[in-house]
T-cell receptor
Framework: DAGVIQSPRHEVTEMGQEVTLRCKLISGHNSLFWYRQTMMRGLELLIYFNNNVPIDDSGMPEDRFSAKMPNASFSTLKIQPSEPRDSAVYFC???WGTGVHEQFFGPGTRLTVL | DAKTTQPNSMESNEEEPVHLPCNHSTISGTDYIHWYRQLPSQGPEYVIHGLTSNVNNRMASLAIAEDRKSSTLILHRATLRDAAVYYCILRDRNTDKLIFGTGTRLQVFP
């Protein structure tokens, strides 16, 4: 298996532009997690899904952020409009089932908003 | 969420054992102890987890205190590739959420 796939790996955009980050889950996994990592705040959980349903979005910063799972193997995280403070590395992770199952992380997308 | 306390950094020499401590005095009966690590420029990766008994796998061992208020991740022979940030996380068995703290940055010297 190729593991969790994220695209793009790097994104540079200007303030005010829409940004879409993509994530492909490991085949057979049914839970999907979006995290953000910055020097100041460390690794933060933004939102997670189970069986395509958003379970907890309490970590989503504000309405500019939205996440979807259009199907069981794919997710998008959209920022519209983007701001310089959104600059971070965004990771997605997938797991099988719930509870104590380990999460498998993707390589991350480094986002820079100028 | 119950919190964990870890040293900010630790050092080791290659091929020596490393003991990474974690305090979690407010752990509840349904909390599992998870360890993840993050190598430079990579996403976190799972290392090991346990509830009450000590656990071993191919990567590491986890020693859990009898009162469960602390635990220690043991790398039996450190390699240069083990240089990473190690996160000790309490995860309730009824939730999928992982709440990452600041972790311990492990440096391994040749």
């Amino acid at each position: 298996d190729a593991g969790v796939i994220q695209s793009p790996r790097h994104e540079v955009t200007e303030m005010g532009q829409e940004v879409t980050l993509r994530c492909k889950l490991i085949s057979g996994h049914n839970s999907l997690f979006w995290y953000r990592q910055t020097m100041m705040r460390g690794l933060e959980l933004l939102i997670y899904f189970n069986n395509n349903v958003p379970i907890d979005d309490s970590g989503m910063p504000e309405d500019r952020f939205s996440a979807k799972m259009p199907n069981a193997s794919f997710s998008t995280l959209k920022i519209q409009p983007s701001e310089p403070r959104d600059s971070a590395v965004y990771f997605c992770a997938s797991s099988w089932g719930t509870g104590v199952h380990e999460q498998f992380f993707g390589p991350g997308t480094r986002l820079t908003v100028l | 969420d119950a919190k964990t306390t870890q040293p900010n950094s630790m050092e080791s020499n290659e091929e020596e054992p490393v003991h990474l401590p974690c305090n979690h005095s407010t752990i509840s009966g349904t909390d599992y102890i998870h360890w993840y690590r993050q190598l430079p420029s990579q996403g976190p990766e799972y290392v090991i987890h346990g509830l009450t008994s000590n656990v071993n796998n191919r990567m590491a061992s986890l020693a859990i205190a009898e009162d469960r208020k602390s635990s220690t991740l043991i790398l039996h022979r450190a390699t240069l590739r083990d240089a990473a940030v190690y996160y000790c996380i309490l995860r309730d068995r009824n939730t999928d959420k992982l709440i990452f703290g600041t972790g311990t940055r492990l440096q391994v010297f040749p």
